[in-house]
Structures are given as C-alpha cells and as structure tokens.
C-alpha cells in the first residue's frame, strides 16, 4: 500500500514537469512517506474518524428508546376483534398497571384475550361490559405509574377503523367506535 501511494505522489507531483521532480515536489513526497510509515499516528486518526460517527449515533439511538407500549388484542363472541394499543412515555419498569374497560353490545362476548407479550404483560388487565347499543364498541384505558405523570396515548382497532386519544397516565382515556352494518 506503501509503494502505491508513493507512485500516485509522485504522479501528482510530476505533473508540472514531467519526468522530473523538483526539489519541493521531492520533499513533499518524503512527508507523505514519512506520515504514511508512521502507524501509529495513522492508526489514531483512523480511530478517531470511526469513534466520532458512532458515538453521535449511540446519542441519537437512545433517545429513540424512550417508553413503553402494550397492544392486546381482544377476540369476542361475534367475530370481531378490538386491538387496543397503549403507548407510554415511561420505562415499562416504571409502569404499576394497565387497566382495559371494554364495552361492547349487549349479548357479546370476549371469547380470548391475546397480550402480545413482553415487560407490561404481566401488569395488564381487562374489564368487559355488554351495555352497548348494536354496532357501537368502546374502550376505556387506564394507565398507573410510580410517582409521576407522563403521556400516555390509547388507541383501539377494529376492522379497517382506527380512534386514539392522548392523555396523561392517571387520567381514563376514552376511544369508541360505531361499526358499520
């Protein structure tokens, strides 16, 4: 590599005069001998270089990873589904409880509660109430933390319609739905 990037120096450098260098031509030639021969300088701006692009990239991943979110999904006796999303602006460790109250028509049933997993599964409940008019669904979200307030967004699914609101945990988030017939 050493040998290449003196032929390319003295290519640059023998285009003023060719077939002759002059004696600063040659100089330069020996810096970049010189600074090339020296690894260890080299191998410390190579270092630099890479460091410096990723540490600005860790800073910027990390602030993407900020809360949680939680998305059961709820399979009732009609055939519909309900999936209901939560997104909190918190770790989930900070996160005490999740509490679904649905509402559906009258003589529906749930008949599976799927929670897709992860740390808020264990810390989320569902309450169910058939006091509905036909066609009209309705979900209201609760979400507790430890000590402290932040933003929470709720947000129910069903069919092709998508209702969310955004609140602030503590407060009951309301969404509903008025299906097609």
Known sequence: ?????????VLVLSTRAPGRLLMKEFQSMRFVRTLLSNRFLVVAILLLLGLTPSSYLLRTAQAVVIGCRA?????LSNGEQIRMTTNI????????SILYTIHVPTGVSVTRVVYTGGALAAKEAITFYDDQPP???????????QGKN????ARMAMRSLIQSVSGLSGQPLAVEIWLDQ
């Not at 590599?1 to 120096?9: I, P, Y």
């Not at 998305?71 to 399979?75: E, M, N």
């Not at 932040?150 to 967004?153: K, L, P």
């Open 71 to 75: 998305d059961p999904i709820v399979y």
């Open 150 to 153: 932040v933003d929470v967004a």
């Open 1 to 9: 590599m050493l040998k290449r990037l003196e032929a390319l120096a």
């Open 135 to 145: 066609y009209h669904y309705a979900t209201e979200t609760l979400v507790r933390l």
């Open 89 to 96: 602006d918190a770790d989930a460790s900070d996160v005490r």
